[in-house]
């Protein structure tokens, strides 16, 4: 398992979790069951890939811009999760959110996928792929453990 493979266990969980709430009835029990699980699943997601694939990945000139992106999207999703909490789930303005969110956590996995990961594997050495992967595993798990609790 590499870093990449790693991180791609969580894109597609992500993907599912957003399938299934937008498909879901609207305020309801399982539309509020999902936005819970997409939102726990992508702040371990983020705050885990931030230490244990963007940070390291910092150290490197050419992968300092795609760091900054990725990490700046991020915050940017958070504020929508936020933005969401506090609307009325009944409200219609509460579905575009939803939508919005949606496609935003869409937009970002495609361009991490598609862009930053190839970019990062021409300056991560295999070495270091590998460790990341155990390094990020271990802090998901370990973030997912925190929000249970
Ligand atoms: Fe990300
Ligand atoms: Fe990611």
């Not at 997409?38 to 050419?62: G, I, N, W």
């Not at 909490?85 to 970002?108: N, R, T």
Request: charge should be negative; include cysteine.
């Amino acid at each position: 398992m590499n870093i990449f493979q790693a991180l791609l266990v969580s894109h597609q969980t992500q993907r599912e979790l957003s399938a299934r709430l937008l498909e879901s009835k609207q305020a309801s029990d399982e539309s509020r069951h999902l936005f819970e699980e997409l939102k726990s699943e992508l702040a371990a997601h983020e705050t885990a890939e931030e230490r244990c694939f963007y940070v390291p990945l910092m150290q490197h000139d050419e992968s300092v811009d795609l760091s900054r992106h990725a990490i700046a999207e991020h915050h940017e999703m958070d504020e929508m999760v936020e933005h969401l909490e506090e609307l009325d789930p009944h409200a219609v303005e509460w579905s575009v959110c939803c939508q919005e969110l949606c496609d935003k956590i869409e937009h970002h996995l495609k361009e991490e996928e598609e862009k930053f990961f190839p970019q990062a594997g021409e300056v991560l050495s295999e070495e270091q792929k590998q460790q990341l992967a155990v390094d990020y595993e271990a802090e998901f798990t370990a973030l997912r453990i925190k929000q249970e609790a």
